[in-house]
């Protein structure tokens, strides 16, 4: 067999192309009643979509703000909800230009998480502080190229041994991770 045939191009599922964006917002909620004091916040509700833009992968995505806040000179509580939206662009680290069929994979690594909420200077909006992070990653099929043996890969299964002796496991603790466990 001739050197040149000792190669093999294979088509194969790859990752062609990953990014990873972390990002901190500044959303503004209006309540129904001017706030005395931020008793809580939270983030709910995170729902995305990712779509490949050529070297991009854009996240198109929106999120529930609760805030708990009283109000009336802290006579009064109440729980006001608003829905953001939002637009990210998240650069691809490195890509596979014969890449084809590609499928993108968008993962929240952080999900928006409130870092901060509080009552704006003119008294009557409650500006939170939000951070989140996403990781993508570009799957599709690809072209590899591989080295084929020409004397085969042999016959060293005949090596390998099979068998299991139950003998082997008689003096094995079915317990030893439970103390592991409970730390």
Request: aromatic share 10%; hydrophobic share 30%.
């Amino acid at each position: 067999m001739s050197e040149e045939y000792n190669y093999r191009e294979i088509f194969a599922k790859a990752v062609c192309g990953k990014g990873r964006k972390f990002t901190q917002d500044t959303n503004t909620v209006t309540p129904n009643h001017k706030p005395s004091s931020i008793l809580g916040c939270w983030i709910i509700n995170n729902q995305f979509t990712a779509k490949k833009r050529g070297d991009v992968v854009q996240v198109e995505g929106s999120y529930d703000i609760n805030i708990w806040y009283s109000y009336s000179h802290n006579t009064k509580t109440e729980v006001v909800t608003e829905t953001v939206k939002y637009h990210e662009e998240i650069p691809l680290r490195y890509k596979d230009k014969d890449c084809v069929a590609e499928e993108v994979v968008a993962k929240a690594i952080q999900e928006p998480n409130c870092l901060e909420a509080t009552i704006a200077p003119s008294g009557h909006k409650v500006i939170v502080q939000v951070e989140r992070e996403f990781l993508v990653e570009v799957i599709g099929e690809t072209k590899i190229c591989v080295y084929v043996n020409p004397d085969g890969c042999g016959d060293d299964d005949d090596d390998w041994d099979y068998d299991v002796d139950d003998e082997e496991f008689e003096d094995l603790d079915p317990n030893f991770l439970i103390g592991e466990l409970e730390e």
